[in-house]
Structures are given as structure tokens and as C-alpha cells.
């Protein structure tokens, strides 16, 4: 008989002044960091610097800032209480259980769109690194990308936890240091990134970027919207960070969800174990996101520095290739190099996103009445793996189709816009205006986030909600590429209704005793 999970006493070097000693606490953060480096801070940070320039640095400043608040803030809540978001947020106002429900199904309908957009990328750079295969007919970019599926749902089926925090800790800091030694070698103008840093600027489009085809009807904020739900990651993302919590056993992490008395007695004792290991989870939280700022500003000056001049953006089936004058300025003999480093971030990206993203349906799960503790984890996991990367794996093919015999316009950045809109910004929106009514809810008093927290989170729901909502109309309205968009929310708005319809009194009610689901 298992015996139940203990508060784990915070050992003395959470608690020593000396900052080095801390970084043993870093983890879960790095992992989500590094997940998005490929997406984020490689592709997305280095077209905005070509496009726009160093006024898009602020920007990218306060998208880390922003998303630092709310993934903090669930952070310190589910260190102190064990509750992890969708163990709150079915008591939202409204029927039970229907924003939980909600993100299920933007979580399920746009993880297989993100890892076929992610698949679709590293197939580029495969055709750039192997060159053109005969045996593929012309389709390289598909079948190299079909090929690095199929080799990360091998690995995903063996991986675990511990081996992907060590993989991706050690290539955030490999990364770091490659990107700041050609940062510096380049000696790009300081008094010009500490303007675009710290002066908030509205981005235009240059002129020559206006006259590209690509960016017709396409405004900025849309462009832009695109960049911040990438880098650093979206709402999901954050969401599987908190699972990772479990792991760790920082607080009540890894314990049940805390009774109303024994939140009292952690309000009533500032030395509570629970309260002490908030430190870790802000120390993992601050640094990991210093990272991601950090390396997004770098891309974004190399960019602005070696691609802007010559009118080169990062693109369609270019996504990756430009990066390599960012070694080439250096020395010729470290584009091999750079060859081998996108193949070796992109692949555990592959892999180490639907180990995230299982966390996510875990959660969920985990939070409803009926499958609490009572499904079978490895079952769930084989098919949630096969549901991201095999899906992924369809629509890759069906983009083939949209852009071989519907639209020969149709691009990679095309085909996630509207899944980036939707899980990188409005559902961080969300996300933000429910955290300070967590805290309300179900907190004490003295354990609530104080008011600069609270007034963050509801500035940050505002942003990201208005400016989600604006960039979807942006893709709606002014782009030829409506379909993809109306089709994405067609299908979110079905499955949502069929969920809410049919799945939410069965999730949310008590199974009879004499029911055995332990075998789903």
C-alpha cells in the first residue's frame, strides 16, 4: 500500500545568499525555455529583427516580462496550495468545468498544428543540410520532415523526464554561449539596442518589406502577434511547467490539493516548509525567462545587423538557412557547425514538445471528478503521442496539398499564425485575469499575490486578450489566407461544443464505485 506523499523539507542552499548555489533549483523552467528556442528565439526573434529592426526589442522585453507574471503567479499558487490551474479553474463562474474544457480542446485541435509546423521547419533545414535527394521527387522539405516524426515519436516512446531536463538545460546554455560570442563579434551599436530596449516604439514596415508579395494585407500587429506566442512559449507550455512541479516536489507540488485548515496553517507560519520553496520556483521562473530575453534580443540584433541590410527575412523554405551568416561573419568553418546545432535543437523540440504537451491532458484530466487518479498513465501517453506528431504528420501532408494544388503562396508561417494567435496570446489573456481570482478564491488571505502582482496579471489578460482578438481579425480580414483561419476556428468552436455537450457531466460527476475505469 503506497503511503502518502510528504512535504519535503527545503534543503539550506534554497535558503543560503549565495546566488550560485541556487542554480541547482533550476529545471522545469529550462525545459519550456529550450522547447522554444527552435520556434521562438531562432525563427521568430531573427525575422523580427531583419523585418523590424531594433524598435521590436521592447517588445520582445515585455512579452517575457508578461509571461514571466502569470507563469509565476499559477507557480506560487500551486507551490503553496497543490492545486494545479485546472483544479481551479472548473470552479470559474458558468457551468462547472467549462474552462477547463475549453483549453482541452484548443490543447488538442493546435498541438498537432504546432508540431507540423515545427516538422515542417526542421525538413527545411534537413534539404538545406543534406541537399536535394532524387529518391524524394522534388519533396524534401515533406519527407525529411515525415522522417524526423517518425524518429521523435521513436524517442518520445523511450524518453523520460530526467533525461530531457539535462538534454534541454545544456542546450540553453550551449546556445547562450554561441550566440553571445557572435553578438560580440559583430560589435553591434549599444546606444541603438538601449533605445529599441527601453523606449517603446511603434513597428512599421520598412519600405522594401511593403513591396515583398508575402506581406500583403499582412499588418504588423499580426506579424508581431505571431513572434510573442512564440518566444517563450504560450499558455500550454506554462500549464505542463506546473506538471513538471510534481516532479520536483517543491512545496505541495506533489501532494493533493490543500485543505482550507492547512492553508491557515501556512498562512499562520511565515517559516512554512510550503512557503520557503516559492524561492525555488521564482528562481527557476526569473532565470528561465532572463534566458529566453536574453537570447530573443541577441537573434533580434544579429538579425537587424547581418539579414536586415541585404533585405533577407527568414521564410517559407528559408526558415533557418540566413541564420548561418551569423556564423559565417565569424569564420566560414562554423556553418557546419550551426548545420549540426539546428539538427540537434530542432529534433529534441520535436520530441520534448509532446512531452509537455502530455502533461497538459494529464492535468486535465487529473482535475476532473471522474478520471482523478484512476487512468492509465502509459496507455494515455502512447495515444496522446500518436494524436500530436501522427496528426502532426497528416497535416504536414495536407499542407503539401494546399500549397501543390490550391495556393502555391500558401508558407509555413501561414499555416500556424492562427494556432500561434490562439495558444501563444489570447489563452494567455485568459490565463492572466484568472490567476488573482485564484488567489481570491481559494487562498487566505496572507497567502495571496500582493497588489503589483495582481495589477500585472490584469494588465497582461488585457494586452494579450484585445491584441489576440485584434490580430485573428487582422487574419481574417485583411489576408487571402481567411480559409485556414475560419477553418481552425470552425473546428475549435465544434469541438468545443461537442465536448461541453456530450463530455462535461460525465467528467465532472462522481463515478458509482462499482465502475472500474482504471484501465483507460
Same mark, same amino acid.
Given at each position: 500500500?503506497?503511503?502518502?506523499?510528504?512535504?519535503?523539507?527545503?534543503?539550506?542552499?534554497?535558503?543560503?545568499?549565495?546566488?550560485?548555489?541556487?542554480?541547482?533549483?533550476?529545471?522545469?523552467?529550462?525545459?519550456?525555455?529550450?522547447?522554444?528556442?527552435?520556434?521562438?528565439?531562432?525563427?521568430?526573434?531573427?525575422?523580427?529583427?531583419?523585418?523590424?529592426?531594433?524598435?521590436?526589442?521592447?517588445?520582445?522585453?515585455?512579452?517575457?516580462?508578461?509571461?514571466?507574471?502569470?507563469?509565476?503567479?499559477?507557480?506560487?499558487?500551486?507551490?503553496?496550495?497543490?492545486?494545479?490551474?485546472?483544479?481551479?479553474?472548473?470552479?470559474?463562474?458558468?457551468?462547472?468545468?467549462?474552462?477547463?474544457?475549453?483549453?482541452?480542446?484548443?490543447?488538442?485541435?493546435?498541438?498537432?498544428?504546432?508540431?507540423?509546423?515545427?516538422?515542417?521547419?526542421?525538413?527545411?533545414?534537413?534539404?538545406?543540410?543534406?541537399?536535394?535527394?532524387?529518391?524524394?521527387?522534388?519533396?524534401?522539405?515533406?519527407?525529411?520532415?515525415?522522417?524526423?516524426?517518425?524518429?521523435?515519436?521513436?524517442?518520445?516512446?523511450?524518453?523520460?523526464?530526467?533525461?530531457?531536463?539535462?538534454?534541454?538545460?545544456?542546450?540553453?546554455?550551449?546556445?547562450?554561449?554561441?550566440?553571445?560570442?557572435?553578438?560580440?563579434?559583430?560589435?553591434?551599436?549599444?546606444?541603438?539596442?538601449?533605445?529599441?530596449?527601453?523606449?517603446?516604439?511603434?513597428?512599421?514596415?520598412?519600405?522594401?518589406?511593403?513591396?515583398?508579395?508575402?506581406?500583403?494585407?499582412?499588418?504588423?500587429?499580426?506579424?508581431?502577434?505571431?513572434?510573442?506566442?512564440?518566444?517563450?512559449?504560450?499558455?500550454?507550455?506554462?500549464?505542463?511547467?506546473?506538471?513538471?512541479?510534481?516532479?520536483?516536489?517543491?512545496?505541495?507540488?506533489?501532494?493533493?490539493?490543500?485543505?482550507?485548515?492547512?492553508?491557515?496553517?501556512?498562512?499562520?507560519?511565515?517559516?512554512?516548509?510550503?512557503?520557503?520553496?516559492?524561492?525555488?520556483?521564482?528562481?527557476?521562473?526569473?532565470?528561465?525567462?532572463?534566458?529566453?530575453?536574453?537570447?530573443?534580443?541577441?537573434?533580434?540584433?544579429?538579425?537587424?545587423?547581418?539579414?536586415?541590410?541585404?533585405?533577407?527575412?527568414?521564410?517559407?523554405?528559408?526558415?533557418?538557412?540566413?541564420?548561418?551568416?551569423?556564423?559565417?561573419?565569424?569564420?566560414?568553418?562554423?556553418?557546419?557547425?550551426?548545420?549540426?546545432?539546428?539538427?540537434?535543437?530542432?529534433?529534441?523540440?520535436?520530441?520534448?514538445?509532446?512531452?509537455?504537451?502530455?502533461?497538459?491532458?494529464?492535468?486535465?484530466?487529473?482535475?476532473?471528478?471522474?478520471?482523478?487518479?484512476?487512468?492509465?498513465?502509459?496507455?494515455?501517453?502512447?495515444?496522446?503521442?500518436?494524436?500530436?506528431?501522427?496528426?502532426? /504528420?497528416?497535416? $504536414?501532408?495536407?499542407?503539401?496539398? !494546399?500549397?501543390?494544388? &490550391?495556393?502555391?503562396?500558401? *508558407? +509555413?508561417? #501561414?499555416?500556424?499564425?492562427?494556432?500561434?494567435?490562439?495558444?501563444?496570446?489570447?489563452?494567455?489573456?485568459?490565463?492572466?485575469?484568472?490567476?488573482?481570482?485564484?488567489?481570491?478564491?481559494?487562498?487566505?488571505?496572507?497567502?495571496?499575490?500582493?497588489?503589483? /502582482?495582481?495589477? $500585472?496579471?490584469?494588465?497582461?489578460? !488585457?494586452?494579450?486578450? &484585445?491584441?489576440?482578438?485584434? *490580430? +485573428?481579425? #487582422?487574419?481574417?480580414?485583411?489576408?487571402?489566407?481567411?480559409?485556414?483561419?475560419?477553418?481552425?476556428?470552425?473546428?475549435?468552436?465544434?469541438?468545443?461544443?461537442?465536448?461541453?455537450?456530450?463530455?462535461?457531466?460525465?467528467?465532472?460527476?462522481?463515478?458509482?464505485?462499482?465502475?472500474?475505469?482504471?484501465?483507460?
Amino acid at each position: 500500500m503506497n503511503s502518502e506523499p510528504e512535504l519535503v523539507t527545503p534543503p539550506k542552499s534554497l535558503l543560503a545568499n549565495n546566488p550560485l548555489q541556487w542554480f541547482r533549483f533550476i529545471g522545469p523552467g529550462a525545459v519550456v525555455a529550450s522547447c522554444t528556442i527552435g520556434s521562438g528565439e531562432v525563427i521568430f526573434s531573427t525575422r523580427g529583427g531583419a523585418i523590424f529592426g531594433y524598435n521590436i526589442l521592447w517588445i520582445f522585453l515585455l512579452a517575457s516580462l508578461v509571461k514571466w507574471v502569470f507563469c509565476y503567479s499559477s507557480m506560487r499558487h500551486m507551490t503553496l496550495s497543490g492545486a494545479h490551474p485546472f483544479e481551479r479553474w472548473k470552479y470559474l463562474p458558468g457551468p462547472h468545468g467549462w474552462f477547463p474544457l475549453f483549453m482541452f480542446a484548443i490543447a488538442l485541435v493546435c498541438f498537432p498544428i504546432w508540431n507540423s509546423f515545427l516538422a515542417g521547419v526542421l525538413g527545411t533545414a534537413c534539404t538545406w543540410i543534406f541537399g536535394k535527394q532524387p529518391l524524394f521527387a522534388g519533396n524534401d522539405t515533406y519527407c525529411w520532415a515525415t522522417i524526423a516524426l517518425l524518429l521523435a515519436m521513436a524517442v518520445m516512446l523511450s524518453g523520460n523526464y530526467r533525461r530531457l531536463e539535462s538534454l534541454q538545460t545544456g542546450l540553453v546554455l550551449t546556445m547562450l554561449v554561441c550566440i553571445v560570442v557572435a553578438v560580440i563579434a559583430l560589435r553591434p551599436n549599444i546606444l541603438e539596442i538601449l533605445q529599441g530596449t527601453l523606449v517603446p516604439s511603434v513597428p512599421t514596415y520598412p519600405d522594401w518589406v511593403r513591396e515583398l508579395k508575402e506581406f500583403e494585407g499582412r499588418t504588423p500587429t499580426l506579424e508581431i502577434m505571431v513572434y510573442i506566442s512564440a518566444i517563450g512559449g504560450g499558455s500550454f507550455a506554462y500549464l505542463s511547467y506546473l506538471s513538471f512541479l510534481r516532479d520536483k516536489k517543491w512545496g505541495l507540488a506533489h501532494m493533493e490539493v490543500a485543505s482550507d485548515e492547512l492553508l491557515e496553517q501556512i498562512a499562520a507560519q511565515k517559516d512554512h516548509p510550503a512557503r520557503l520553496w516559492v524561492r525555488a520556483a521564482a528562481i527557476d521562473t526569473v532565470t528561465s525567462f532572463v534566458l529566453i530575453a536574453f537570447l530573443s534580443a541577441c537573434f533580434s540584433i544579429l538579425g537587424t545587423v547581418v539579414l536586415a541590410p541585404d533585405h533577407v527575412i527568414p521564410a517559407d523554405e528559408e526558415l533557418l538557412n540566413h541564420q548561418a551568416n551569423f556564423m559565417r561573419v565569424l569564420s566560414p568553418w562554423l556553418v557546419p557547425l550551426y548545420k549540426i546545432a539546428v539538427f540537434a535543437a530542432f529534433l529534441p523540440i520535436l520530441y520534448g514538445g509532446p512531452e509537455l504537451d502530455f502533461r497538459v491532458i494529464k492535468e486535465f484530466l487529473h482535475s476532473t471528478d471522474r478520471f482523478h487518479n484512476r487512468f492509465a498513465e502509459k496507455k494515455l501517453r502512447f495515444a496522446f503521442i500518436v494524436w500530436c506528431l501522427f496528426g502532426g /504528420l497528416i497535416l $504536414l501532408w495536407i499542407s503539401w496539398w !494546399v500549397k501543390t494544388f &490550391v495556393d502555391s503562396d500558401f *508558407s +509555413l508561417v #501561414d499555416w500556424i499564425s492562427p494556432a500561434g494567435i490562439y495558444t501563444g496570446v489570447l489563452t494567455c489573456g485568459f490565463y492572466c485575469l484568472a490567476n488573482p481570482w485564484m488567489d481570491w478564491k481559494f487562498l487566505p488571505s496572507k497567502l495571496r499575490m500582493n497588489w503589483l /502582482l495582481v495589477g $500585472l496579471n490584469l494588465i497582461a489578460g !488585457v494586452l494579450f486578450t &484585445v491584441l489576440g482578438a485584434k *490580430s +485573428l481579425w #487582422d487574419e481574417w480580414w485583411y489576408t487571402d489566407q481567411r480559409w485556414h483561419c475560419f477553418l481552425l476556428l470552425a473546428v475549435l468552436a465544434g469541438f468545443a461544443m461537442l465536448v461541453a455537450v456530450f463530455f462535461r457531466r460525465f467528467l465532472y460527476e462522481q463515478p458509482g464505485h462499482e465502475q472500474d475505469i482504471a484501465g483507460f
